[in-house]
């Protein structure tokens, strides 16, 4: 097996990390525009380059508190010709790890959706859950939320 590189990040008190390869840019976090009747993670849109992006609250897309912190980062995620900006608490660091050291999760033991999630790492003293920002959003919630290619 490879060697994986991940970026670390904070959201309510909980590490996570992402596999780099998924992101485009870390930026400095901004308010979004408010778009009514938009799911309730979806803060609204953002301008990222000259085009209008939505905004994801990965605080409230996983079931978290979400509090605002001066901290705020917006991670800018790339699929394809989509993008998409996910709202993370704070950003930690990049590293790398072996991909055989990604270990399963006991599913009944965390309240999230298996598909969101890669596995976990041990770093340091610490357990990262590694998600798998693809998967975040539902087919259902990207029509939603990328209809008729206006965002």
Do not use: H, Q, W
């Not at 599913?107 to 976990?120: A, P, Q, S, V, W």
């Amino acid at each position: 097996m490879g060697v994986l590189k991940i970026l670390v990040f904070k959201i309510n008190n909980k590490m996570f990390a992402a596999d780099i390869n998924d992101i485009e840019r870390i930026i400095k976090y901004e308010e979004a525009t408010y778009i009514p009747d938009m799911p309730t993670f979806v803060e609204g849109v953002i301008n990222y380059e000259e085009k209008v992006i939505p905004s994801i609250n990965l605080n409230k897309k996983l079931g978290l508190n979400d509090e605002i912190l001066e901290s705020r980062k917006i991670i800018v995620i790339r699929r394809e010709e989509k993008r998409f900006a996910v709202v993370v608490d704070n950003v930690y660091e990049v590293c790398e790890i072996k991909e055989n050291s990604i270990e399963d999760i006991p599913i009944n033991k965390l309240n999230m959706k298996k598909d969101y999630i890669k596995g976990l790492i041990k770093l340091n003293e610490n357990i990262v859950v590694l998600l798998n920002l693809f998967k975040i959003l539902t087919e259902s919630e990207e029509e939603i939320i990328f209809l008729g290619e206006i965002i």
